[in-house]
């Protein structure tokens, strides 16, 4: 099992900057990846931005130049936000994925972008 934990979230105006962090505990020597997924009132959860033990990372197109993830040890992950828009308002959901498949989410930080 995994337990994950983020933090970092608020309410920002247009243009600000905010960093998300998310630690693992438990099985983290199991994690492959860890990812951020947000979801916006009334959509579904969508990706925002992934990356491997390797260091291998990806991004939704929507946050490509903007978001920036890293992962500094086997059990923290962050996601630097800048440029932000209304439009990434949401919950922010912290994901890891283990190496038999499992997936785990944390409870979620609520990022509010509005002037």
């Known amino acids: 099992q995994v337990q994950l934990v983020e933090s970092g979230g608020g309410l920002v105006q247009p243009g600000g900057s905010l960093r998300l962090s998310c630690a693992a505990s438990?099985?983290?020597?199991?994690?492959?990846?860890m990812g951020w997924y947000r979801q916006a009132p009334g959509k579904q959860r969508e990706l925002a931005a992934t990356?491997?033990?390797?260091?291998?990372t990806n991004y939704a197109d929507s946050v490509k130049g903007r978001f920036t993830i890293s992962r500094d040890t086997v059990n923290t992950v962050y996601l630097r936000m800048n440029s932000l828009k209304p439009e990434d308002t949401a919950v922010y959901y912290c994901?890891?994925?283990?190496?038999?498949?499992?997936?785990?989410w944390g409870k979620g930080t609520l990022v509010t972008v509005s002037s």
């Open positions: 994901n890891a994925k283990s190496n038999n498949g499992m997936d785990y």
């Open positions: 438990g099985s983290i020597f199991s994690i492959n990846a």
């Open positions: 990356v491997t033990r390797g260091g291998r």
